[in-house]
């Protein structure tokens, strides 16, 4: 679907000025088959730090109370471990207190009119009470399963409302339905706290956008997907996990083809296709394999094992923090075998990581990663490349999480980062993707916590290795420079010497995927370097060879040098070109055609080459074949001299001709002068 962002935004700010970050939904394509590659649309929120610090302010006291819905998590946390991390994890601190129970959430449905007229209606949203119901069902059920029972959704009531607008506009909907819908008990966010939430479904489809607000202890959701399109689901499910406190669940790149990890300091949220200088850019909703992250079509993650924490859902997490080399089974995610993740708190930087395996089952059936979807891949500033989807559907993945730093305030949960540490086929480490499979290993920033994913079994689980402290890392998979290909193509094999035709040399280079490495580019002509530079833009250098070069083969290359470890070196193949010798025109003349014995005759040469304006070498005059003058021409003559020929002693006729030797530059020309008689 394509929000229109900036509207939207502005007029959701409007509306939940006094409480609640509302946040737009970003949602893959609206066809997509498990033979097509999901391509989610730029991600629409602004950073949720900057939005959340802006709504928070105005938000009613008793709307700040933490959640009751959160049950007990049996994660046994030390608070002395959890350092610089503890504050953002304040909501599991607290989930680890609470009380188990059950939290019934109530839902309103409101099937909106947003025009007058129905002329606009869709009836591909199936807004029938049937749908409606079966909606909500599923709602229940997915929620119900994720909280392990403790979060209980029913529906409250479904009723009609209409409004007169002349188009359908998603926040306008929104607003003046929640201001008047089931008796306006949903007005002025009176829904805080109270656990009710008020659904809209609008009759027309509305611009095809979805949102919620986050936090706050029930909540609105608007959607214009209706009830039973393959993303409508998916997207409700999504907007109630925001009714709930979670925010998005998102993908993070450290851009380094050495650590795949960073300091809180070095993550930071940064739009889609923007240049940046963050060194763990975070793509908003780039965890597929998370309900909060993008919807695809029918896609039904569950929620990462980071998330289920966070919120007290899950209670078989398993502690590390002690010095050592262990060795630990994690069952998969999406079963109920105990032991579902791995919490580790990095004992050198404190650092805390969560370590989850998700197969194909269950929840994660319909998870995206599992799809058969080709991977999906986007650049990330400095040649490094973000992939996701292409987990194994036979042996399932695991995958590190964090939290985003200071992302979270009373009423939210942080948003969670799931690290581009994984490796594929290439081996190339500036090309990511969100899960390691077999054989793969992390090292965090803090060098303290290393893990191996030793083996992968859907039944049995995932075996990783554990090294905390500081033992030598695993000798793992070791990233491979990324290769790279340097051409090097010519638009002429020759040129000849003064012709303005010249040869012109191009080099190239590029990596596998066509993208263009940084490093120097080197152009050389036999042993001389004639070109040498930064890697432009395109990766492209030309050299056009000097009109005046001298005749003769030479061999051109190209060689790219890299600047960092990412990339490797390469060197183009040789190209042997050649310069021929201008073609030279001889012409002569005699001063006389006939001569006494005792007179001394001359003769006129020129000598010319086009592209040059003084040909230079040895000119000859022979007569009957016999040279009788040799002149060495010079530039300064301008291929031009009239030589004087000796004495001729014998009084009979004579052939005159001129030659032109030539020069490295020039070839050689002869001409003939005429007749000279000599007489006694
Ligand atoms: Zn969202």
């Known amino acids: 679907m ?9 007029a959701l700010t409007t509306l939940t000025a006094a409480a609640i970050l509302a946040s737009v939904l970003t949602t893959g394509p609206t066809a997509a088959t498990a033979a097509e590659v999901p391509q989610p649309q730029t991600a629409a929120a602004a950073p949720t730090t900057a939005d959340l610090s802006g709504d928070i302010i105005a938000v009613p006291p008793t709307a700040s109370t933490p959640s009751s819905r959160r049950s007990t998590g049996a994660t046994t946390q030390s608070e002395s471990t959890q350092s610089e991390s503890a504050q953002s994890e304040s909501a599991q601190s607290q989930s680890a207190q609470a009380a188990s129970t059950v939290s019934v959430e109530k839902i309103y449905v409101s099937r909106a009119a947003a025009t007058a007229t129905t002329a606009d209606d869709s009836s591909s949203l199936k807004l029938d009470d049937a749908s409606i119901k079966a909606a909500v069902s599923s709602l229940h059920d997915y929620w119900w399963e994720q909280s392990s029972h403790t979060v209980d959704i029913q529906l409250a009531g479904i009723e009609n409302d209409s409004l007169a607008q002349k188009t359908c506009d998603a926040n306008t909907t929104l607003n003046g ?3 008047k819908a089931f008796g306006g008990s949903f007005a002025n966010f009176s829904w805080i706290n109270t656990h009710r939430h008020l659904l809209v479904l609008s009759r027309e489809a509305c611009g095809t956008v979805a949102f919620g607000t986050l936090g706050g202890n029930g909540g609105l959701i608007f959607s214009g997907y209706g009830t039973e399109q393959s993303l409508a689901v998916p997207i409700l499910l999504h907007e109630f996990g925001h009714n709930l406190g979670f925010q998005h669940a998102n993908a993070g790149f450290c851009r380094s083809a050495k650590v795949f990890d960073g300091t809180d300091d ?21 965890d597929y394999a998370d309900i909060m992250g993008y919807s695809l079509n029918g896609a039904r993650p569950g929620l990462s094992s980071l998330q289920r924490s966070l919120a007290g859902y899950i ?51 319909s998870n995206a990663e599992f799809a058969g979807y080709r991977q999906n891949c986007e650049s990330i500033t400095g040649g490094f490349t973000l992939c996701a989807l292409g987990s194994s559907a036979t042996s399932g993945s695991v995958r590190i999480l ?13 948003a969670t980062v799931v690290l581009a540490a994984g490796l594929d086929s290439k081996n190339d480490p500036t090309r990511r993707d969100t899960h390691l499979d077999k054989g793969e290993s992390f090292t965090d920033y803090g060098s303290g916590f290393s893990l191996k994913v030793t083996s992968l079994n859907p039944s049995s689980g995932a075996v990783v290795s554990v090294r905390l402290g500081t033992a030598p890392t695993f000798s793992a998979k070791k990233p491979a420079t990324a290769a790279t290909t340097t051409t090097l193509k010519v638009n002429r094999a020759t040129q000849t010497y003064g012709s303005s035709t010249r040869i012109t040399a191009t080099a190239r280079v590029s990596d596998r995927e066509g993208g263009i490495p940084n490093g120097t580019l080197t152009l050389k002509r036999g042993g001389t370097t004639v070109s040498k530079g930064a890697v432009p833009k395109n990766g492209a250098v030309a ?17 790219y040098a890299p600047t960092s470890e990412a990339f490797a070196a390469s060197t183009s193949s040789t190209v042997k070109v050649a310069v021929t010798k201008a073609k030279s025109t001889t012409s002569s003349s005699l001063s006389h055609t006939k001569i006494a014995r005792s007179g001394t005759p001359q003769v006129a040469v020129a000598v010319s080459a086009p592209g040059v304006t003084a040909p230079t070498g040895t000119v000859t005059v022979s007569a009957n074949g016999k040279v009788v003058k040799r002149y060495s021409l010079t530039s300064a003559k301008k291929g031009r001299v009239t030589l004087s020929l000796p004495k001729f002693t014998t009084a009979k006729k004579y052939a005159i001709t001129t030659s032109f030797i030539g020069s490295t530059s020039t ?10 008689t000599v007489t006694k």
């Open 315 to 365: 209670s078989d997490v398993t502690d590390d923090s002690a010095v050592g080399t262990r060795s630990f089974t994690i069952k998969p995610l999406s079963g109920s075998a105990s032991g579902r993740s791995l919490r580790i708190v990095d004992p050198v930087s404190k650092a805390v990581y969560y370590v989850e395996y998700r197969i194909k089952s269950g929840a994660d059936a």
């Open 266 to 286: 070095d993550f930071s949220l940064v739009p889609a296709n923007t240049t940046t200088s963050v060194q763990c850019p975070v793509r908003e909703y780039g």
């Open 177 to 179: 339905v929640s201001a």
């Open 543 to 559: 050299y056009t060879l000097p009109k005046t070069l001298a005749a003769g083969s030479y061999a051109l290359k190209a060689t």
């Open 402 to 414: 964090r939290t985003l730093p200071n992302s979270n305030d009373s009423r939210t949960y942080p």
């Open 2 to 10: 394509k929000p229109r962002p900036a509207a939207l935004r502005a």
């Open 667 to 676: 070839a050689s020309s002869k001409a003939s002068a005429g007749t000279l």
